[in-house]
């Protein structure tokens, strides 16, 4: 396999999905000479037919706003990989949602639920709806009417949605509801991130952030250094980055900054458990401004408007928004502030040049492949606890997703230390997430 030459025919057939090529050069580089010690994987053409989803839904979603307008968006579910379980990824509503985005997520969904352990494919899906400034009644009314073109192409042995972007305990319940209503068979598996009065899991809301920190802690021990007293900029103020500052904090370290489109609030002597707790009702008002914060916060926290996370000073970096939103230039000026160790919390959170500065300039880095996965993880333990009917306590839950994000961290480290000892996470988690794929297509056959 020569990742150029696939580069070069899937640039030439998808020339305007830059997410998508981007995500796969990055895994075909890491990849490469590991899979040309194959050639059973050569001669099956395994590559050929990863990088290609199974197949791709589309589909108009027609709802009715407050005003009694009717509304037309854009619905997508890609089913990306099934090679080693039903396909399992979220659903993001976003505006900048496109077909590329979703292809890139859902190869990505792919070998993290790999990391997993856990027997999951992999999938993403979601619209192009903007749920900022919509009111309850109309995010109700969007996710009946994309439920209703989705029900037929998902379940609980087929494909397991869940939430990403945009998409989070009030929209599950929502398109449950709905899916409910329409299968008319109480299939609690069908959707993850679900309410804990209804089949949810607990601690699933947390897991992602936490999650990342275990993954976070893993790797600063390896590297002889530990996540106590350390400051922490973090980027976003949703779900992700509500479970990131609450177990960085119970972890003992400083969470100094989280950002929005709107600008930075820095939070010099660190978030405190009451300002972790309203992160929730910034999320919920749909306002989309972190500047709510300092507004609540005013002798605590100072707003800089236009400015992103990464202008403040700290150790540790954790971009848990959005895709490619830490730049090569936002890599030099954390790395001029004082960051020594940025881990991947978003999808595909940094650029290329930022990754390759990192890696150049002794920042440690880890992919969002590897850091993450605590959520689908723990949505995968959600499955298990709906198809045995039954609900695990936090405690076994937290001790599964330590489990899983160390067993991740271990495998990150067997496929990419160094001769010197150190450790490429990139190499490392797309070898080790690629290779129990590829085995398990290889052996069922070309399908």
């Not at 400034?133 to 087929?158: H, T, V, Y």
């Not at 305990?169 to 449950?176: A, W």
Request: proline share 4%.
């Amino acid at each position: 396999m020569k990742t150029t030459e696939i580069m070069a025919r899937l640039q030439a057939k998808y020339p305007t999905e830059k997410e998508y090529l981007q995500a796969v050069q990055e895994v075909l580089e890491s990849i490469e000479d590991v899979y040309n010690q194959h050639p059973e994987f050569e001669k099956a053409k395994i590559v050929e037919r990863l990088v290609e989803p199974d197949r791709i839904f589309t589909f108009r979603v027609t709802w009715i706003d407050d005003n009694g307008e009717v509304q037309t968006n854009l619905g997508y579910r890609v089913q990306f990989n099934s090679a080693i379980g039903p396909y399992k990824g979220g659903l993001r509503f976003h505006k900048a949602v496109t077909p590329s985005m979703l292809k890139f997520l859902g190869f990505e969904q792919t070998f993290k639920n790999a990391l997993t352990t856990l027997p999951m494919g992999g999938a993403k899906g979601g619209s192009d709806f903007d749920p900022v400034g919509k009111s309850n009644a109309e995010i109700m009314r969007f996710c009946q009417a994309f439920m209703l073109e989705l029900w037929r192409c998902i379940g609980p042995d087929q494909d397991i949605p869940a939430g990403d972007v945009g998409v989070g305990g009030r929209e599950i319940g929502f398109l449950n509801g709905m899916y409910q209503k329409l299968a008319r068979q109480y299939h609690t598996g069908v959707l993850t991130g679900k309410g804990a009065t209804w089949g949810g899991s607990i601690l699933r809301p947390e897991a992602t952030g936490f999650g990342a920190l275990y993954f976070t802690q893993h790797l600063l021990h390896k590297a002889g250094k530990d996540l106590a007293g350390q400051k922490i900029c973090i980027s976003g103020f949703g779900n992700v980055a509500w479970g990131a500052v609450m177990k960085a904090t119970q972890l003992g370290a400083k969470v100094v900054a989280i950002s929005g489109p709107d600008g930075v609030c820095h939070v010099p002597d660190g978030m405190t458990p009451e300002m972790n707790d309203y992160m929730l009702d910034m999320r919920a008002s749909n306002r989309n401004m972190v500047e709510d914060l300092a507004t609540k916060f005013p002798e605590k926290v100072k707003f800089i408007a236009g400015k992103k996370a990464w202008s403040i000073p700290c150790d540790i970096a954790l971009p848990c928004a959005f895709q490619n939103e830490l730049s090569e230039d936002d890599a030099k000026e954390l790395k001029a502030n004082g960051c020594w160790c940025c881990c991947e919390v978003s999808n595909m959170g940094c650029q290329p040049g930022a990754i390759h500065f990192f890696q150049n300039n002794g920042v440690l880095f880890a992919p969002g492949k590897a850091v993450n996965a605590g959520g689908v993880a723990t949505s995968g333990l959600e499955m298990t606890q709906n198809a045995a009917h039954l609900s695990w306590s936090a405690q076994e839950v937290d001790d599964k997703l330590h489990w899983i994000m160390e067993s991740i961290h271990e495998q990150c480290v067997k496929y990419g230390t160094r001769p010197d000892g150190s450790v490429d996470y990139v190499k490392g988690a797309n070898i080790a997430g690629f290779m129990k794929v590829a085995q398990a297509m290889l052996e069922q056959g070309t399908i």
